[in-house]
């Protein structure tokens, strides 16, 4: 199955899905919205019967060790508390939990311990810990991470996914997902401090989540921007429950305010929240939808 897109030009409202979201045919950026990842829609919680999804709430575990290794990198006077840091965390969570979308939140920390992949692991890796695990760790534990304020990396399944309109998807099933903050870098919670060469640390989780839920860099690849064509800031979730992929564009237009735009590893500036780019990009992934939809128009 596969469909063509135009080029759109016109105001920015674009979203990047992560680069290795390519539908399998690297030459044609038009079909990548076929490949998509997506986090399954099914029911029940990892905590309450083992099962990895959107039922309860996508659940995150923060490290036991992540802020006694985190809160001397913060420039703040005083240092943080633990809970400030945790609070932080919290409010960007509850930032992609828009009242439109799917997405829901859980921590489940001291219930699940977060767990990095073993050293060699080569089969599909369906991810031990929480849904979405919390790490602070030196380059020297965790060597991707050097020269960033963070990383985060999600693993996926070859299998299509349950989409939130009750449908099974194409693309990619996310099992896991490791947000790692770089304990050889530094931070801050007050906004104030901006400028000051360190990591807004709310604004990083911020954008780290959207890389948990397979959103990539829009600024970094533009080539790879889509705009939903002739779109409204309202109606995107009830169409794109009807058809995923119809009337989306490729544009060069790329928002430069878009909480998902990379920061080329400068320090993360204060943000002040999703802009419609991202919310697009959310949208088109996880839109609230009826519980079933009879029907989706596909190109083919």
């Known amino acids: 199955m596969s469909f063509a897109l135009g080029l759109c030009s016109g105001?920015?409202?674009?979203?990047?899905?992560?680069e290795v979201l390519d539908n399998g045919t690297p030459n044609d950026l038009a079909d990548d919205l076929l490949g998509a990842a997506r986090w399954n829609n099914v029911p029940g919680s990892l905590v309450g019967s083992g099962t990895r999804g959107l039922g309860g709430g996508l659940e995150y575990a923060i490290a036991t060790d992540f802020c006694p290794k985190l809160i001397p990198k913060f420039i703040d006077t005083p240092k943080p508390k633990c809970s400030q840091i945790r609070s932080a965390i919290r409010n960007a969570?509850?930032?992609?939990?828009?009242?439109d979308s799917a997405l829901r939140f859980t921590n489940v920390s001291g219930q699940i311990a977060p767990l990095l992949p073993p050293a060699g692991y080569t089969e599909p890796w369906i991810g031990f810990g929480a849904e979405i695990d919390l790490f602070a760790l030196s380059s020297r534990d965790y060597p991707g991470v050097s020269g960033y304020g963070a990383l985060t990396s999600f693993y996926f399944l070859g299998s299509s996914p349950m989409g939130t309109n009750g449908l099974v998807m194409t693309g990619k099933t996310i099992t896991s997902a490791d947000i790692v903050f770089n304990t050889e870098t530094c931070y801050h919670l007050k906004p104030r401090l901006q400028g000051r060469g360190c990591n807004h640390f709310e604004s990083l989780m911020l954008h780290e989540i959207g890389h948990a839920l397979a959103l990539g860099h829009p600024n970094?690849?533009?080539q790879r921007n889509f705009v939903k064509y002739q779109s409204s800031a309202h109606g995107i979730s009830s169409h794109i429950c009807q058809n995923s992929v119809a009337d989306f564009q490729l544009s060069p237009n790329i928002d430069p305010q878009a909480m998902m735009n990379s920061s080329l590893r400068a320090a993360q500036p204060v943000s002040a929240g999703l802009t419609n780019d991202d919310i697009d990009g959310l949208k088109f992934l996880y839109p609230l939808c009826p519980k079933k939809i009879n029907r989706v128009n596909s190109a083919s």
Do not use: E, M, T
């Not at 105001?11 to 992560?18: R, W, Y």
């Open 220 to 222: 970094q690849f533009p």
């Open 11 to 18: 105001p920015a409202a674009g979203f990047v899905l992560h």
């Open 93 to 99: 969570f509850n930032k992609w939990s828009l009242k």
